[in-house]
Nanobody, 126 residues
Framework: QVQLVESGGGLVQPGDSLLLSCAAS????????VGWFRQAPGKEREFVST????????STADSVNGRFTISRDNAKNTAYLQMNSLKPEDTAVYYC???????????????????WGQGTQVTVSS
């Protein structure tokens, strides 16, 4: 069982940066891939980025590639999403998720992830 708590969301202006954190419980955090997803009002949840348990593989959505960077610190049981050059269309609730069994697997599909945080709101507006 893994419990996830996101933090770091807020209201920012276009072009600003935010660092989202995802703190996980449990002693086997390194066995789980972490994914970041987002959901804007009236839209379906969409994939943002994912990283394998050992940090060896990262996948990022085209819409944020080059602006968002996922990372993790297994010693701190925490994953991060650094978001730069934010745009109004990045406004959404951001969720972190954990899943998989093993340090080298991950997926871009939300259904693959077993555990989810409660989400943190990111609003980009002038």
């Amino acid at each position: 069982q893994v419990q996830l708590v996101e933090s770091g969301g807020g209201l920012v202006q276009p072009g600003d940066s935010l660092l989202l954190s995802c703190a996980a419980s449990g002693r086997t955090f390194s066995s789980y891939a972490v994914g970041w997803f987002r959901q804007a009002p009236g839209k379906e949840r969409e994939f943002v980025s994912t990283i394998t348990g050992n940090g060896g593989h990262i996948s990022t959505a085209d819409s944020v590639n080059g602006r968002f960077t996922i990372s993790r610190d297994n010693a701190k049981n925490t994953a991060y999403l650094q978001m730069n050059s934010l745009k109004p269309e990045d406004t959404a609730v951001y969720y972190c998720a954990a899943g998989g069994s093993g340090p080298t697997r991950t997926s871009t599909r939300a259904s693959w992830f077993e555990y989810w945080g409660q989400g943190t709101q990111v609003t980009v507006s002038s």
